[in-house]
């Protein structure tokens, strides 16, 4: 069997189950208003991003970003002020019941999971996300509906004084007293529900690759959050370790993962009032890059950004390039957010 060194890759299509409770503190379920220039189109909230003919991709080879390279926008453009959610894209299933568009797995039986109607639609494939633009232009005269570029995304996300999250240059996380204080949804605040309320459950490395195949521990035995959200025990490459590769975290996957509603982070919200552009699922983006890490390292595939439920705090950067994702695939950790322009 091959080694693959993301486990991104293999969060394959199952069942649901969500997570919640007492224990998830940090899970903020009202969806706050947009921002004030936002519009409704197509029953998609949208928000002004200014053009900027001189953009240049951020420079930080040492942190999977680009080398700096120019990559103009010439024309303003809106954006999805909210990821694409399970309804919205159900919604476009039953319109479309002649085409073969992928139904995510961790759905009941084709049906929408009460507890994640307003979760982002996961294990999509770019094609899929194409074409629920396609259907959203159909609906929308004078507007055509697209998947953001790669440059258009960052621009997005880092505005115009190139902050390292949405929000600014500081994450603002902290972990104290078993809470942690979070502006985004990260591998960290699963981490911390866990602990919270799983530590003492025993998980079981259920990998035969792993090196303690078979053997249990306590999750709190497995899993640390330090003080600023940085999380120890999530994986192992090298040995199949770590709380990924155990029955419970196969568990949590099989639900459709530790996703939140969109916009539940409103002190997350970027600069130009889209929600959620750092963490909750990567975003398809239309631009062919070269993939620099993970199971498809050096293969052409479609840029994906922002990070995910899974990713560390690392890859939910505004700069962040080093994930990409075959674009025929589906993934339990990449969503879709729409950019549109008038016509």
Same mark, same amino acid.
């Given at each position: %069997? ?9 969060l394959s299509r199952r ?53 700096? #390279? ?10 999805? =002020? ?28 084709? *049906? ?20 629920? !633009? ?16 790669? *440059? #258009?995304? #960052? ?34 605040? !699963? =981490? @911390? ?9 025993? @998980? ?10 078979? #053997? ?37 996957? =099989? ?21 959620? %552009?750092?963490?909750? !699922?990567f975003e398809w983006t ?14 052409e595939v479609n840029a ?11 890859? !939910? ?22 950019? =549109?322009?008038?016509?």
């Amino acid at each position: %069997m091959a080694v693959v060194p993301s486990r991104h890759h293999l969060l394959s299509r199952r069942k649901l189950l969500v997570l919640g409770g007492a224990g998830a503190a940090w899970l903020v379920t009202s969806v706050p208003a947009a921002a004030s220039d936002a519009v409704s189109v197509a029953g998609q909230t949208l928000t002004a991003v200014p053009a900027d003919p001189s953009f240049v991709f951020t420079a930080d080879l040492s942190n999977n970003a680009g080398a700096g #390279e120019a990559s103009a926008i010439d024309s303003p453009y809106w954006l999805g =002020a909210y990821q694409v959610t399970n309804t919205q894209y159900k919604a476009f299933l039953d319109a479309s019941p002649n085409a073969s568009y992928t139904v995510p797995s961790y759905w009941d039986d084709g *049906a929408v999971p009460t507890a994640k109607t307003d979760h982002p639609v996961l294990e999509i494939s770019a094609a899929d996300a194409e074409g629920f !633009c396609d259907w959203l232009t159909g609906q929308a005269d004078g507007w055509t509906f697209r998947l953001p570029t790669e *440059a #258009e995304w #960052e621009n997005a996300a880092r505005g115009p004084d190139a902050y390292a999250y949405p929000w600014g240059q500081a994450s603002g996380t902290t972990y104290t007293d078993s809470t942690l204080t979070s502006n985004y949804n990260y591998n960290a605040v !699963c =981490a @911390a529900y866990y602990l919270a309320n799983e530590g003492d459950t025993l @998980a079981t490395y259920d990998n035969e690759n792993s090196t303690r195949y078979g #053997e249990s521990e306590p999750i709190s035995e497995i899993l640390t959050v330090s003080a600023t959200g940085g999380v120890t025990g999530w994986i192992d490459h090298s040995t199949w370790t770590g709380f990924v590769y155990t029955d419970v975290f196969d568990a949590l996957t =099989a639900t459709g993962g530790l996703t939140s509603a969109v916009g539940a982070y409103p002190a997350g919200v970027s600069v130009h009032g889209a929600y959620d %552009m750092a963490g909750n !699922c990567f975003e398809w983006t239309s631009s062919i890059v070269t993939a620099t890490n993970g199971g498809e390292a050096g293969l052409e595939v479609n840029a994906v950004r922002g990070g995910s439920w899974y990713a560390t705090g690392r890859s !939910c950067t505004t700069h962040y390039r080093g994930e990409g994702r075959d674009g025929t695939g589906g993934y339990l950790t990449v969503g879709l957010r729409v950019a =549109a322009v008038q016509s």
